[in-house]
């Protein structure tokens, strides 16, 4: 689900198409049009039709020659966004004339451009299916970049409507509007033109009517929810003081707002020298005496949009709002309400970009279904996209509602019935399955793969054979650690990277690009999903449902770190790729396939696995797993400042037999030889679990901050990861894990071996 696929820079409006979709925009005359096809190798063609339905195609002015003159389009070649946007502008589809921009092999951000003469409809329509698991054609993203030559005023920069809509109200700047909506109703509070407060505060309809006044709380629902403020997902309702629940948070485009200060009032601004300055809580007394509610002289109050952050020293500050023009929340009423609506007039701090502005809301009927989501940006710049779900998502939630935003993705935490410690020994024990469709996966293929990938990662990918897999780190110049990942060989020239993180991708390109590469990089992360299959069972429960060709390697015969090609379901079924790989520190497997499929293919495997007792995992005990087993997760063991030493995977860096350069090189020659910290193992003598942050101490001094942690069940010990000074790594001293301040309360721990489990990785080795 997307937010909305433009974005306003200026006068420029930026229109994004994913692979396989289409977008139709109306031109005017003198508008300007830039198409950048961003990763390479995507085709795109563009139609032009006048106000009475006729192609002017031959109209646009080309600043130079696309690949192609007009030519007839066959209705068969168009997507069905595109049939969508014929049949509702009224398009007869028989006959189409289109230009293609695009050749078949187009090196990343090629563009092209024309200027419009006299006003058009103007369709761009982005080619492409779905991706094979062992093709490279994954779709990709092309980007419209419209220069109006009359461009609209920001306030009039309204996203796209969620569905019908039944009401709209306009909250003036430094104003507030008091407004009813139904038990189901939905609204949508929308920053018109970015970095706008907007208090919010609700009633139940039948209170008022009974003269009782009890509105949403802040610190009642913060207590509720055990968090700041609710989101999408689990914790996501606003409660009053008697912890009834007024509204529920379904979308969030901002994931930055304020539930401990007041709504400003008279007294804010006269103590800072402001005398008569209007405030949210004037607004709200004015708007909120039409329903009876008398005036207060603070009004506690959900404010969105507002940046604010409790530092260290306990103090409460604010800055600048991160919300943008058309970022919005999405609440669904619980009761009936009376609410009310503020756009703040502070104007004299940053908290509304010193330039106050206007705030709109939107009400839609209770027969809408939306479903529950936060933006996702990969990079600030990036037009972002609502969490997806993942191709496994109508299997696993059939199994549990726990589910957590991670990575962009709705992935289960825990499943119902089950729990973290009953999925962690289905694992240890026999066979579990995990959805790990989130990873990022990138196809980089052409004659100078191999070269941009031996310099773009630590490993010596020269040595990396046909259908092999290899762990690798990739490093910044300094260094430091972009991310980790598995890098498959599929051919020659030809491989897939998997990581964490969408940084790879764009690291790749830039190097491919300052290196003068022959080389394409484009994402796949939407048409590849995997479900990892771990446990001493895994092997056997695959063996039973993947059919393998003669010339592929079969599941029984897959040694570890290399993947197969195979079908589930027979010779003409699922296509799969499958590899010996995962994540627990057991024999395991990641099985691979278009999103399209995944349905199916969770369900085969479930079936398959039915006789050794196979259940889901969710990420709580995939935790627990993959700390017994000593492997590292972004953001805790490792960030951007961080080399693969003090990540604990220093068996990534080859620097005594990787003779070629690479990135980071003699960064990393410089580190080794002047180690700073590095991660540790530790066991502590009490119950309770570290956390990450706390900080590892000898006597005053901190020498390490603990980066993961968790009880063993299998271990029946309190064990934690450390990145510690290099002085004080020594196996078996003695160490204390510091709590509240770091110094009140401490935990005895020692420094230990890791991985604590297997750690001659045996089991992933059978």
């Known amino acids: 689900m997307r937010v909305s696929n433009i974005k306003y820079d200026g006068d420029c409006e930026t229109y994004q198409i994913l692979g396989g979709e289409a977008i139709s925009i109306d031109l005017k005359s003198g508008d300007s049009v830039e198409i950048v096809d961003v990763e390479g ?243 709200f007394n004015l708007s909120l005496a039409e329903y009876g509610v008398k005036p207060r002289r603070n009004w506690a109050a959900v404010n969105l949009f507002f940046n604010t952050a409790i530092e260290e020293c306990h103090s409460l500050t604010s800055d600048v709002s991160w919300s943008r023009p058309g970022d919005y929340v999405l609440l669904r009423a619980v009761n009936d309400l009376v609410c009310v609506s503020s756009a703040c007039p502070d104007d004299t701090t940053s908290a509304n970009g010193w330039n106050p502005s206007d705030i709109h809301v939107r009400i839609y009927d209770k027969s809408n279904t939306f479903p529950s989501a936060t933006a996702f940006r990969p990079d600030p710049q990036s037009i972002p996209t609502m969490t997806k779900e993942t191709g496994f998502h109508k299997n696993t939630s059939k199994l549990t509602k726990n589910f957590d935003n991670y990575n962009g993705y709705w992935l289960p935490l825990e499943y119902e019935n089950l729990g973290a410690i009953k999925e962690y020994w289905q694992c240890r024990e026999a066979v579990a399955m995990i959805d790990l469709a989130p990873l990022r996966k990138f196809e980089v293929y052409g004659q100078d793969a191999e070269v941009l990938m031996q310099y773009a990662i630590t490993k010596d990918v020269r040595k990396l054979a046909v259908g092999q897999v290899v762990y690798s780190a990739m490093c910044y110049d300094n260094g430091c650690m972009i991310d980790d990942g598995t890098l498959f060989r599929l051919d020659d020239n030809n491989f897939r990277w998997i990581g964490g993180s969408d940084d790879g991708g764009k690291h790749l390109r830039k190097i491919a690009e300052d290196r003068g590469l022959d080389v394409r990089v484009k994402s ?214 510091g709590k509240l301040d770091g110094h009140q309360k401490r935990l005895s721990a020692k420094i230990v071996r890791f991985p604590f489990y297997d750690p001659e990785k045996t089991r992933v080795r059978m």
Request: negative net charge.
């Open 41 to 283: 190798d995507q085709q795109c063609s563009v139609l032009a039709f006048n106000s009475k339905k006729l192609s002017v195609l031959s109209t646009l002015s080309w600043n130079s020659k696309p690949k192609s003159n007009a030519s007839e389009i066959s209705t068969d070649e168009c997507s069905d966004m595109l049939r969508a946007i014929l049949k509702h502008n009224q398009i007869d589809s028989k006959k189409l004339n289109g230009t293609e921009l695009f050749s078949a092999s187009n090196p990343a951000d090629s563009r092209q451009s024309f200027n419009i003469k006299n006003d058009a409809l103007c369709v761009f329509d982005a080619k492409g299916g779905p991706m094979i698991v062992d093709k490279q054609n994954s779709p990709t993203e092309i980007l419209i970049n419209v220069s109006r030559s009359n461009p609209t005023i920001p306030s009039e920069r309204l996203p796209e409507p969620l569905a019908k809509i039944t009401k709209e109200i306009r909250v003036k700047d430094s104003s507030a509007v008091a407004y009813k909506v139904k038990a189901g109703e939905y609204i949508q509070v929308i920053d018109v033109e970015g970095q706008q407060c907007s208090d919010f505060q609700a009633f139940i309809e039948d209170d008022l009517n009974n003269n009782i006044e009890l509105c949403l709380d802040p610190t009642v629902t913060r207590s509720q929810m055990l968090a700041s403020y609710p989101a999408p997902g689990t914790h996501d309702k606003f409660y009053n003081q008697n912890s009834v629940p007024l509204v529920e948070v379904i979308q969030d485009t901002v994931c930055r707002h304020d539930t401990f200060g007041l709504a400003c009032n008279a007294k804010y601004y006269e103590d800072r020298g402001f005398p008569g300055h209007i405030s949210c809580t004037d607004n």
């Open 524 to 737: 796949s992360t939407d048409q590849l999903h995997n479900v990892a299959v771990q446990g001493p069972k895994s092997r056997e429960t695959l063996s039973k449902i993947i059919w393998i060709p003669k010339l592929q390697t079969t599941i029984e015969d897959l040694k570890w770190f290399r993947f197969t090609i195979g079908r589930i379901g027979g010779e003409f079924g699922i296509p799969v790729m499958v590899s010996r790989t995962g994540y627990s520190g057991e024999l395991g497997y990641e099985v691979f396939a278009h999103p399209n499929d995944c349905e199916s293919v969770w369900d085969s495997i479930a079936e398959a696995g039915e006789e050794f007792g196979i259940c889901p995992l969710g990420l709580n005990a995939l935790d627990m797993l993959r700390i017994e087993a000593g492997l590292i997760f972004a953001g805790y063991e490792f960030c951007d400042q961080t080399d693969p030493f003090e990540a604990g995977i220093a068996f990534t860096v080859p620097l005594k037999t990787k003779e070629e350069d690479f990135s980071g090189k003699e960064a990393l020659i410089l580190r080794k030889n002047s180690p700073q910290r590095v991660l540790v193992g530790l066991e502590l003598t009490s119950n309770e679990v570290a956390l990450h942050g706390d900080g590892v101490y000898i006597g005053k001094q901190q020498v390490g901050v603990v980066t993961s942690a968790t009880r063993s069940p299998i271990l029946k010990k309190n064990i934690a990861l450390c990145r510690i000074s290099v002085s004080e790594s020594e196996i078996g001293n003695d160490v204390e894990v």
